[in-house]
Structure formats: structure tokens, C-alpha cells
């Protein structure tokens, strides 16, 4: 009897603390209430609180941020390497045929373009300044006839390269030479070509900013001093392309002004450069 009794006291003092709401044995707001006899019973107060959801919501905002904000910089390094690797690959290719077919009479003593689509053909015809070279069989022979726009797949971009280089004097038969690697758009009807061009324009020693540019400058060019060959990428110009900004000082301070140099063009591109990379080497030739 007093064993019931105990039992019986224990199950009131229990069912005063539910209908109790400020009662100790209760367990807080976790949905679950204390039983001095068998521990957690589970009421209906289930789920999380709006704070709580509030709370998540707001760790999840900031993280799916810091996530989206990641794409955009992948993306610019995912195609700044596409043209490092391939830009590297067409220069080092371009340099390989020059050496091939370049002669010591072909190089200006000063500063110029040795071939480019346009100019200097009889060195190294048009076709075959691009990458790479289509093989077509004549007969029982494969005859190399270059890499030409007819055999661009639609929005392909075509890539080749160009030269421009000098001599470093008269008593020596080395020679600077500079290949610059492009992917201009395709154009069947043989009018969009890639040039250097030679463009009057002015920049301070350890200066980057560009004066006088005529409208030629191009985003993405190199620069090239015409006397001495040394260069920097145009990063900015202005609407009419008549300034522009650099990436980097040609010349230090105290040294050379740029009074003119070579821009790279492209016919069909009036406000970027078709430029992938550029290679400067000094070699000798036959």
C-alpha cells in the first residue's frame, strides 16, 4: 500500500508540472517535458522557433554570396590561362617557321614588321602564318597549302601570328626578333586581316599613360617602342582611342620616351586587339 501510495503522489506531482507552465520539471521550449519517473516525455510543441530559421537563413545568404562571387574571378582566370597557354604555343610555333624561312637580308636595321597578313607575304605567305598548317594531297604528295578562313567552322576564331624585329647593329648578325600570336574572327571573303601598325603616339618615361594616339590604340595591344622594341599592354583607352593607359611602364624613369610605336589591329575590331602573347628573342639566321 505505501509503495502504491508513493507511485500514486509521484503521478500527481507529475501532472500538476504539465498543466503548471512555470513549473521546473519542465524542460524549457524544447518540445519535451520531465518526468521524475522516466525521464523526457514529448508534447506537441515540435519545430524551430522563427528565430532560429531566421538565423539559418542568414548563415545560408552569406555563404551561397561568398560562393556566386567566386565565379566571375574563375572564370577571367580561366580564360587568361586559355590565351597564355595557346597564345605561348602559336608564338613558340611562329618563331620555329620564322627561323625557317627568315634570311639576314629579310630584317630592317631598324625596328618594322618583317610579315604580317597584309605585308611582307613574299617572306611567309598569308596562309601560312597561321595555326596550324592544313596538308592537302596532290596527286601521289601532300602539299602544305596553310590554314586558310574556308576552313574555319562557324565563330571559329582563326589564330596566327606575326613579326616584327631589326638588327642590333651592323657589326653582328644577331638579330631582335618579336612574335606577337593573335585569334582574330574568321571572314571568308579575305578582308579581316591582322596588321601592325605603326602609330605616332607619345608616353613618358616611367609613365603609363598614352598621349596622342591618333585613334588607333587598341585594348589588349602591346605597345611596342619602335625604336628599341621594348613594350607594355594597353589596358584602357578612352572613347575615340586617342589615350589609353598601360600596364606598366615601357621605360623607367630618366629613360627613353616613346615618341611613336606598333599597335596590333585587327580590319573588323575597332576597339580591342586581337592578341593572344607576345615572344621577344634575340637570334641569328643564315
Known amino acids: 500500500m505505501q509503495k502504491m501510495a508513493k507511485i500514486d503522489l509521484k503521478f500527481r506531482r507529475f501532472s500538476a508540472a504539465k498543466r503548471n507552465p512555470k513549473s521546473k520539471i519542465r524542460n524549457g521550449n524544447t518540445g519535451f517535458i520531465r518526468s ?6 514529448r508534447t506537441g510543441r515540435t519545430g524551430f522557433t522563427m528565430m532560429e530559421l531566421m538565423l539559418t537563413i542568414g548563415i545560408m545568404a552569406v555563404a551561397i554570396t561568398m560562393v556566386a562571387s567566386i565565379f566571375p574571378v574563375a572564370i577571367l582566370e580561366s580564360n587568361q590561362s586559355y590565351k597564355d597557354i595557346v597564345g605561348t604555343l602559336v608564338c613558340e610555333n611562329g618563331l620555329a617557321v620564322t627561323k625557317a ?17 597584309a605585308n611582307g607575304t613574299s617572306i611567309l605567305g598569308k596562309n601560312f602564318q597561321h595555326y596550324k598548317s592544313q596538308f592537302e594531297e596532290v596527286g601521289t604528295v601532300w602539299i602544305n597549302r596553310g590554314f586558310r578562313d574556308d576552313d574555319l567552322d562557324t565563330d571559329e576564331k582563326m589564330r596566327g601570328f606575326l613579326v616584327l624585329g631589326k638588327k642590333l647593329s651592323s657589326s653582328t648578325d644577331i638579330n631582335q626578333l618579336i612574335v606577337v600570336s593573335y585569334a582574330r574572327s574568321g571572314d571568308t571573303t ?30 589588349g595591344s602591346p605597345l611596342i617602342d619602335a625604336v628599341h622594341g621594348y613594350y607594355a599592354t594597353i589596358i584602357t583607352t578612352n572613347s575615340d582611342q586617342t589615350e589609353g593607359e598601360l600596364d606598366r611602364p615601357i621605360y623607367p624613369t630618366g629613360g627613353n620616351n616613346v615618341n611613336s610605336a606598333f599597335v596590333i589591329q585587327e580590319t573588323n575590331e575597332d576597339k580591342k586587339s586581337p592578341t593572344l602573347s607576345v615572344l621577344v628573342t634575340l637570334t641569328g639566321l643564315e
Not at 596622342?212 to 585594348?219: K, Y
Open 36 to 41: 521524475a519517473r522516466s525521464g523526457l516525455i
Open 101 to 117: 624561312v627568315l634570311v639576314e637580308t629579310d630584317v630592317p636595321s631598324n625596328m618594322g614588321v618583317i610579315f604580317d597578313e
Open 190 to 219: 579575305g578582308n579581316n586581316e591582322v596588321t601592325a601598325e605603326l602609330v605616332g603616339c607619345t608616353v613618358a618615361a616611367g609613365e603609363t599613360k598614352i598621349e596622342n594616339g591618333g585613334g588607333e590604340l587598341r585594348v
